[in-house]
């Protein structure tokens, strides 16, 4: 099993890259999150779908954020019941 730190980092990195890519101008996700929050007038299935794929990585990363945070948070297993 992987350690928390592991998950994130490896969360992180496709993030970072297969999240952003490409690079230049801007991120592509960037754009494609601009295009919906200005209407989304004229994107086709093919930019639904790129906007899917650029922000699995982002969502991955969030679910992985979460996981860690409630684990963090629950008491041990062999804690005494609280009163």
Known sequence: MRSDRQRLILAGLASVTLGLAPFAPEPHVVGKIRW???????????????????????????????????DRLRPPADAPPSP
Not at 39 to 68: N, Y
């Open 36 to 70: 919906v929050a200005g209407g989304a007038v004229g994107m086709g299935a093919m930019d639904w779908g790129d906007l899917l794929l650029h922000g699995a990585p982002w969502a991955w990363l969030l679910f992985e954020l979460a996981l860690v945070v409630r």
